[in-house]
């Protein structure tokens, strides 16, 4: 756990939870459909405090035998299904796990008390572009 906590940047993950169905479908098509449930702490992006989240992620992949992948310098004009994936030699499940936390995570995590913190700091009311123009005026 500890290291897929150093590789999200997160304080810390309780209660993580994967489970899920891999099947076998029609001409080598692998099928995993299943659940994450975590509970993450973060540090509140205004003040550092910890936040804790909880994450709960539907995941659906479809491994598909010798798929094409477009390049790297390929630009699509219709969107894929991004269920779908292609066949790896080794399908790994802590490696899509990790994946679905991390897309679930919270971009900006911001603690309940941010705006008190703010406030008491003096960043609720920055001034405004002529702030300055204001002060060499004298106010007038």
């Known amino acids: 756990m500890d290291e897929i906590q150093g590789l999200l940047g997160v304080s810390s993950i309780r209660r993580m939870m994967f489970e899920g169905t891999l099947t076998r479908?029609?001409?080598g098509t692998w099928r995993l459909e299943g659940h994450l449930g975590?509970?993450?702490v973060q540090p509140c992006?205004?003040?550092?405090?910890?936040?804790?989240?909880?994450?709960e992620e539907s995941i659906v992949r479809a491994f598909v035998p010798d798929l094409e992948m477009p390049g790297p310098n390929t630009v699509s004009v219709c969107p894929d299904d991004d269920t779908i994936e292609p066949?790896?030699?080794?399908?790994?499940l802590?490696?899509?796990a990790t994946e679905a936390l991390s897309l679930g995570l919270p971009d900006y995590p911001r603690h309940e008390n941010t705006a008190e913190v703010a406030e008491n700091v003096g960043?609720?009311?920055a001034p405004g572009p002529?702030?300055?123009?204001s002060v060499l005026k004298g106010g007038k």
Do not use: G, N, W, Y
């Not at 066949?87 to 790994?92: F, G, H, R, S, Y």
């Not at 002529?130 to 123009?133: D, I, T, V, Y």
């Open 25 to 27: 479908e029609t001409q």
């Open 38 to 40: 975590a509970t993450v």
């Open 45 to 55: 992006v205004a003040s550092l405090r910890p936040v804790k989240s909880r994450i």
């Open 87 to 92: 066949l790896p030699e080794v399908i790994d």
């Open 94 to 96: 802590s490696h899509i």
């Open 123 to 125: 960043l609720v009311e």
């Open 130 to 133: 002529f702030a300055a123009l």
